[in-house]
């Protein structure tokens, strides 16, 4: 499976799990709203990942987490892509910047 943190424009976040094969993925974490910035305001957003277990923080703010009990053995653990996908008419602009990436595998 691939997993995926999604962060909607009314400001809803949630973590899906995406299946080869599949159709559509399915969400065992959802946040309807929260601490995500709206418009053209910068967020932080802070992804911590260590095999099937994964948190976000959104402005300095823990808001999601997600152990993946059922994940099976060989899960595509530690596999990430950053993308942006716009369903709507109006335009979307999204800008990375201060990226950063850490080996956490060693961690206790």
Same mark, same amino acid.
């Given at each position: 499976g691939q997993y995926v943190l999604?962060? #909607?424009?009314? #400001?809803?976040?949630?973590?899906?799990?995406?299946?080869? #094969?599949? !159709? #559509?993925?399915?969400?065992?974490?959802?946040?309807?709203?929260? !601490?995500?910035a709206l418009g053209n305001a910068w967020n932080h957003v802070q992804l911590i990942v260590r095999g099937t277990t994964m948190a976000a923080y959104f402005n300095g703010i823990p808001y999601l987490y997600f152990d993946d009990t059922n994940a099976p053995e060989g899960a595509r653990a530690g596999y990430f892509s950053l993308c942006v996908c716009n369903f709507s008419a109006s335009?979307?602009?999204?800008?990375?910047?201060?990226?950063?990436?850490?080996?956490?595998?060693?961690?206790?």
């Open positions: 999604r962060m #909607g424009r009314t #400001g809803d976040v949630n973590f899906m799990v995406c299946e080869e #094969g599949q !159709p #559509g993925c399915s969400t065992p974490v959802t946040r309807p709203v929260g !601490p995500v335009p979307l602009e999204a800008r990375w910047d201060n990226f950063r990436l850490w080996d956490i595998s060693d961690l206790p």
